[in-house]
């Protein structure tokens, strides 16, 4: 993004992002363990690790866990290098402490560059049931995002002389509903993070 570029974002918008951290962090960090007491209640520990043995592992993987493909990934990785299940539990203990400080270390590096890109927090006073009834009505049932959308439409209140961007990591939620966010906001576009730069000398929000 282009420095001159103001840029905004709410309290809501922070305390979801802090609330997505906290919630990645630790569901990923239980699964790791889980899957570790599994393998120790499973399989002896001196068992040699052939490709068969790993494969059986994997499909021990509980459907439904959480980052179950990310899961099997680590175990082909790791397992790829080890000879005992023993060897194999080490590694994914120390994956999972490399994980701790790899998360904390990127938490503060975002937390660095906000702060170095001077973003103003948008107090929203004003309500907009009508905005927020369609928004619901046309699929985005999500109610931090829809009141996230609507911090960004009150600020397009407040900035009238003002086109403002709402810039969003989440596609399925938000940039998937493009159409309807700008049909129903005086929002001027909703760029994804993910499929382009922001262009330079847009408002950025939240």
């Known amino acids: 993004m282009d420095s001159a570029v103001h840029k905004f974002t709410s309290e809501r918008a922070k305390h979801e992002f802090e609330g997505k951290f906290e919630y990645i962090f630790t569901r990923t960090e239980e699964a790791i363990l889980q899957f570790v007491a599994d393998i120790e209640t499973m399989r002896p520990s001196n068992r040699p690790l052939s490709s ?22 680590f175990v082909d990785s790791i397992g790829a290098r080890c000879k005992t299940v023993t060897e194999l539990i080490l590694g994914l203990r120390r994956l999972l402490g490399d994980y701790r400080e790899f998360s904390l270390t990127r938490r503060a590096e975002i937390e660095r560059r906000i702060k170095e890109m001077e ?63 700008l049909r129903e906001t005086k929002l001027k576009g909703v760029w994804y993070l993910g499929d382009r730069k922001i262009a330079p000398g847009s408002q950025n929000s939240p």
């Open 52 to 73: 068969s043995t790993i494969q059986a592992l994997k499909g021990g993987i509980p459907p439904h866990i959480w980052k179950r493909s990310l899961l099997e990934s």
């Open 119 to 181: 973003i103003e927090c948008w107090l929203r006073l004003q309500s907009y049931p009508d905005i927020e009834r369609s928004l619901d009505r046309d699929g985005i049932q999500n109610d931090n995002d829809v009141q996230i959308i609507l911090d960004a439409h009150d600020l397009c209140c407040n900035l009238p002389n003002e086109d403002i961007t709402f810039v969003t990591v989440d596609r399925e939620d938000i940039k998937a509903h493009e159409n309807i966010i």
